[in-house]
């Protein structure tokens, strides 16, 4: 890539991001009779106070692992949307862990996130392996699988793990050994911080300078050509869907041992889809993939202090992010300005004598 | 004669930032045959798609008849009277060649396809202009040359006056050129016009009124055929003298390296694609395997290479079976293999030379350890390939669908050949690259095959199987039909006639190229 089309995709995922802004702003100012003053929360309430920037970590966290988890799946070209089940049933598996067996601090969350890891792996894999087997698409059965993961999660909880005691469909506390310490006071970030961010790091490396990620990015750039290479591509396909569902149970993990004190969800908790827009906002670079995941969450949570304070429904958020979503993947969008670019530096070329 | 038709100023950019054309003047007389030339690469295409619609100039107009007009799609082309025929036939495989003829433009009885009616219309419409296409015939049973000639038939059905032909001598034998020539002549004869995009001097010479010459994007001039020999326009056309032979010494073939024996492959159709072929391939030799293409050649390779198939027979390389050994395991016992499409098989596009060149030996010990990369020892491998196949990149990270088709292809061989083979597997190895590429490319060969490599060399190209090969064997039909233990003995007619089938040599003459 040259500089100027580097410039060129920031410039366009900037703009992107605009117009979406301003799409969100033309709608404030329809709806709400004090625009100014629904604006100001949307965007500078997160930062309004320490406990609003909190909010915004401890959303960035998680997305951080979602986000890892598909930009790796999506490197192997497999659109794997099983993040949001993996993240479930990892949280679920932890859950359990955390719930029925006695170890001492330390030792039992780390046991408890491995073993949602690895449920997690093993449920992103099921799609991976059904594809090389028999070809059938990721893409619809791990969305498919979501819902199995999500109905299954809830059973083992009503059945097995719900405190009977306690007044709504939760599971029992955990133990107080397995909860993951809090890391800054007022706010419910955790030590978990520190895992997304060496996942970051990992993640990058192992993208970039092992032969294992070369191997995904080779097959998802053109796997005819990975497997004429000598690759062997369905190994590809598996592992990579392996690992991004790792990461995706990882991060269910964490979250619900760092932000939780039992398991309480009643729903898929959105961020396995969230983790869709950060990987395609990072372009699948892990590097990317925090500041992607901080500028959703700060969306999220200005959206929400927004709907807390003014009197705009919190919905538009999610009418802002497709627009965005709808800017960046479409990958003709500027395009005239981007051959104009070209035609530029290449006719520019010319004239300078350069040959091609 | 009145111009009838002329292109000023064109000039094209291809996103990739390729300039195709730049500020291109171009036209055309009325009832002539009008030859455009030049080498791949040089624009010829590209002008054509231009005016064809099928591409979009950034600048430039195009006039017809004086009259301004703007063609921004085939659409409009067809509307303007001009018609094209690809290099690549744009039929639709599993219908008629009728149902093809009037595909778009199909005669109505009540809703339905009045069958009738388009099977007559192909008639006449041969008859007209002798081009007798069966209308009743599968096009994907029918034989290049008719294809061919249903395409322009199609064209022509259009109401097309000036017929655009791009490379069509390039899938033709010598007969069947020989059988479009004059049928191009009686259409010349019936008022058409038509331009003729070839790379091959003595059809200008034989077909042609006037010759327009394009080099690197630029028209180099427009000459009428009788005043130029073939030497200037080749000077034009290339900027210099070329050497179209091929510099080397007699073959010395040692041991064999590639025994085939009895090999059949199946194709898409579970049609017989490869049916009996038997060969060997020794040290220090190139063969040749010349054929029209989809005789077979394709699927060879194929299962060679392990991206195909053995459904039986058997393949072995220095003496290790070929049959259930993965691609690596086969790459690991000797084998490269510069394949026919580069783009789907050769390389990664949207990825960096430095990528598509360590595509097969990244997790070779020099480059990499337990766990990481060796990025030094990598980035240094990648700029000596660079520097040693003169590929022309900004640095090893340019991507490399951001380079022209001739340096792309030299990053293909640059990673193929130094992965030091024994069997080079080299499927059109120079279509569509610049004549720099591909002398380099040829001179590469023979200089792998001196240092003991054995090589196995599919083209389309007749002039290249001949001059590169040592010996050749062709194929028609998925079946060897003859074998020259000199390649250059053989004559180029003889060999039209063994590729379209119409001459075989006896099995006892075949079977000489199995050495043992």
Redesign the interface.
Known sequence: ??KQQRLFEVVRTGLAILIALVIALVIILVVSDDPGDALYKFLLGPLGSFRHFGNVIELMIPLVFTGIAISIMFSAAQFNLGAEGGFFIGAIATAFVAIKFNLPPVIHPIVAILFGSLVGSLFCGIPAVLKVKWGASELVSSLMFNYIAFFFGLFLINYYLRDASAGAMVSFLFKPTALLPKLVPKTRISVGIFAAVALVAVAA?FMQ???WG??I??TG??A?????????TNAVVVYSQVIGGFIAGLGGSIELLGMYTRFSWQNLPGYGWDGVIVAILARNNPLFVPIAAFFLAYLRIGADIMSRYSDVPNEFVALIQGTIIILIAASSFLAKY??KL??K???R??SAGG?? | MDELLRMEGITKVYPNGIVANKNVDFSVRAGEIHGLVGENGAGKSTLMKILFGLNQAEEGRITLEGKEIRVDSPYAAIGHGIGMVHQHFMLVPSLTAAENLVMGLEPRKGIYLDIAAAIRTTEELGKKYNLIVDPKATVRDLPVGIKQRLEILKALFRGARILILDEPTAVLTPQETEELFSQLKLLREQGNTIVFISHKLNEIKELCDRVTIMRSGSVQGTFDVSSVDEKDISRLMVGRDVILEVEKDEAEPAETVLKVRGLVVFDRFKKRAVDGVSFSVRRGEILGIAGVEGNGQGELVEAITGLGAIAAGEVSVNGKDVDGMSIREIREAGVCHVPEDRMTYGCAPNLGVEANLMSCNHDSPEFTGPVFLKGKEIRANSQRLIAEYAVKCSSPLQEVGMLSGGNIQKVVVAREFSSGPSLIVADQPTRGIDVGATEFIRARLVELRDAGAAVLLVSADLNEVMELSDSLIVMYGGKIRAYAPDAKAVGEEELGLYMLGLKNQSSEEIARVVHD
Request: proline share 0%.
């Open positions: 890539m040259t490396l300078k092992t032969r070369f191997r990015r080779l750039a053109n005819k050509f990975s497997q004429y290479s000598g690759i062997d981007r051959h070209v035609f530096e290449a006719t070329a010319v040959d091609r």
